[in-house]
């Protein structure tokens, strides 16, 4: 059996017009409680949309907020690892195991910034305590080398069969699962991966084109965004692509080796940082600005204009949701035609995919023959 076609349709609520007729600290103050799956990368992508529109250089404080948004990802991926790869399984969820990493990952903010205001656009009085910062990342590496891990991470295809094969943790039991010969290259998409950055490129299609946030387009098609987007390159993503191709195999070596870096990124964030004064705005007068931050689930972006008393007069904003799962972009594109064995068969390999993409919704899945 085939999967002939695929729908997805999105229904995500627009939240982000609740930020309309905000003043720009409110409205920043207001995104993490709207956006709580990713509060503070929502955060500070308004923030730094906010600085763009006030003429604010926030510099200072940019590796500081790399910290805030890496450990943010760190524990949107630990979810998944406890939670949502477990019920891939058939086993139970254990939140309860996230207890410790959530208190290593929300001592970051008032080591960073005392007052804890480092999302404010500006950024807030930046007084990095080293040492606290130092111990809350060694807690998220020994959670990861405990939980997810078991032990020292795959580097190659191989290290990945090995790892699966000792079925030390849910990871490796569910990449034992997702390397069997029938799974490993199942759900290929082929969709261009989203590689675009630059805040002015995404300024300008969510400006010029109001659908664009519900049907995002990068060079005329759909794009995927997300650990393989950031992680194609890596060592481990490189070795299971050339031995399996595209698919669930790839998608989860990605999600590895995303998790992997992590801790990586954030030591060397620690050893660059500095203390900083929050920035003042410059003297233009409100414009309008755009803001990019990077999630667990891929590239988050926000676009606003500010009228003359500095409220937001228009707001929108594309989320790697929005990229992932549109009409036509990478699940549709990866389920259609696509093999099955039967209609349970089909709903088991139509969860996995979904879960390697990660929806920052929840999601309902219909089979009809």
């Not at 990713?38 to 940019?62: F, K, P, T, W, Y």
């Not at 005329?220 to 669930?248: I, K, N, Y």
């Amino acid at each position: 059996m085939t999967i002939r076609r695929a729908e997805v349709a999105t229904r995500r609520p627009r939240a982000v017009a609740a930020l309309v007729g905000r003043k720009a600290e409110e409205a920043v103050r207001l995104a993490p409680l709207l956006f709580s799956l990713c509060g503070s990368a929502q955060g500070l992508a308004v923030a730094r949309a906010c600085e763009a529109a006030l003429g604010i250089d926030a510099n200072n404080h940019e590796t500081a907020r790399a910290l805030l948004t890496d450990a943010e990802a760190l524990d949107s991926h630990g979810w998944q690892a406890v939670v949502e790869w477990p019920a891939r399984l058939g086993a139970p969820p254990r939140p309860a195991a996230l207890r410790d990493l959530r208190a290593a990952v929300s001592a970051v903010m008032p080591a960073l910034y005392p007052a804890k205001d480092g999302l404010r656009p500006g950024g807030g009085g930046l007084r990095p305590d080293t040492a606290a910062l130092r111990e809350a990342l060694a807690h998220m590496a020994g959670w990861l080398e405990t939980t997810v891990f078991a032990g020292p991470t795959p580097q190659d295809a191989d290290d990945l069969a090995r790892w699966a094969a000792s079925g030390g943790s849910d990871a490796a039991r569910l990449a034992a699962r997702l390397l069997s010969p029938d799974l490993a290259g199942w759900g290929a998409c082929g969709t261009p991966l989203l590689a675009e950055r630059s805040p002015g490129w995404y300024a300008a299609a969510l400006s010029g084109d109001p659908s664009f946030a519900a049907n995002p387009r990068y060079m005329d098609t759909t794009a995927l965004t997300g650990p393989l987007e950031r992680q194609a390159d890596h060592p481990l993503v490189v070795s299971v692509t050339e031995r399996f191709g595209d698919g669930l195999a790839r998608l989860f070596a990605a999600r590895l080796a995303d998790l992997a870096e992590l801790p990586r990124r954030m030591e060397a964030a620690i050893a660059d940082l500095g203390p900083a004064e929050p920035a003042v705005a410059g003297s233009l007068a409100p414009g309008e600005g755009c803001g990019v931050a990077e999630t667990a689930r891929g590239r988050l972006a926000h676009w606003l204009r500010l009228d003359g008393d500095g409220r937001l007069a228009d707001a929108r904003m594309v989320a790697p949701t929005d990229w992932n799962f549109a009409a036509g972009g990478p699940l549709a594109r990866g389920l259609a035609g696509a093999a099955v064995r039967d209609r349970d068969d089909a709903v088991d390999r139509v969860r996995l995919l979904v879960a390697m993409l990660d929806p920052c919704v929840a999601c309902g899945i219909e089979v009809h023959e």
